[in-house]
């Protein structure tokens, strides 16, 4: 299944995406007699969501895209981890050496964008070079920990494009300030698109885009990455306890240098894709 949260009529709930149409979750429910949740991360949540491709099956989506807003899956995720130069051209990119374990941070829920929403770079006195990463994210759907490699895929729930953004001028001056440069508001966002975990047969096949003012500015395959995404859900679950809706992003192959008027999507086929454009945040006095 391919599921996203979008706004329509002034309701906003989740949804299974066919083509260029959505059929609510809501419509399930009421041609069905079921009791899904309408949220994604209660769908996620929920061992009933198991039964929704089923129960689903027949009927037919008829919201078109076009009439919709698309919203981000959802806001609260329990955690956000990062992994950082996990592509060659990414560490070569920014000069650097890639670590041989997984580089990984957090991002803040208060850095969330909305998909096709705006990044608002720092005030320069802050930050003058930023650049905007397109990522393949797992979405976790199990609470799970110490998972072995071969039994990864059986605690996701699926995959998700991001955008990860990093002040580089602030790292540059110490790597200690890897948080600080990766935590300005809006500086992440995730979706709109989930795609389950059935639908992709081969992720190392996967193919991650940046495209930068409508021009492909990177792309690497899935194959080519240092910890493959797998590997990294494993690895990290030997750090913390996973839960439903937790999301690990597995790196970008090369970030764009962003500037105010500038548009940047992440693109993965058979995954999904995600816009953002490009303002600067005012200096306050």
């Not at 096709?116 to 797992?138: M, R």
């Not at 490699?149 to 990093?166: H, I, N, S």
């Not at 395959?221 to 913390?240: C, D, E, G, I, T």
Request: proline share 6%; net charge negative.
């Amino acid at each position: 299944m391919r599921l996203c949260t979008f706004e329509h009529a002034g309701r906003c709930e989740a949804g299974i995406l066919r083509g260029n149409k959505i059929l609510p979750i809501s419509q399930v429910n009421a041609k069905r007699g079921a009791d899904f949740p309408v949220e994604m991360l209660e769908l996620i949540n929920s061992n009933s969501g198991k039964a929704l491709p089923t129960l689903s099956k027949g009927l037919e989506a008829e919201i078109p895209v076009t009439d919709v807003r698309m919203r981000i899956p959802y806001s609260n995720p329990g955690k956000v981890w990062c992994i950082g130069l996990n592509y060659r051209s990414h560490a070569e990119d920014l000069s650097e050496v890639q670590p041989e374990e997984p580089g990984s941070f957090m991002k803040p829920s208060s850095s969330f964008l909305e998909p096709g929403g705006t990044i608002e770079l720092p005030p320069e006195d802050l930050s003058q070079e930023v650049d905007a990463e397109g990522e393949l994210a797992l979405v976790f759907g199990e609470r799970c920990r110490d998972v072995p490699l071969e039994d990864v895929r059986d605690v996701l729930f699926g995959y998700t494009t991001t955008l990860d953004m990093t002040a580089l001028d602030i790292l540059a001056r110490n790597t200690r300030y890897l948080q600080r440069a990766k935590s300005f508001d809006t500086f992440f966002s995730f979706g709109p698109v989930i795609v389950t975990v059935d639908e992709i047969d081969d992720i190392d096949s996967l193919e991650v885009l940046t495209v930068h003012n409508s021009r492909v500015f990177s792309r690497d395959f899935v194959a080519n990455m240092k910890h493959r995404p797998l590997q990294l859900a494993a690895f990290h679950s030997r750090v913390m306890t996973f839960e439903p809706g937790d999301i690990l992003s597995t790196g970008c192959p090369k970030g764009a240098r962003i500037r105010p008027g500038d548009t940047v999507e992440a693109r993965i086929e058979g995954v999904g894709q995600l816009h953002a454009s490009v303002t600067r945040r005012g200096t306050t006095g």
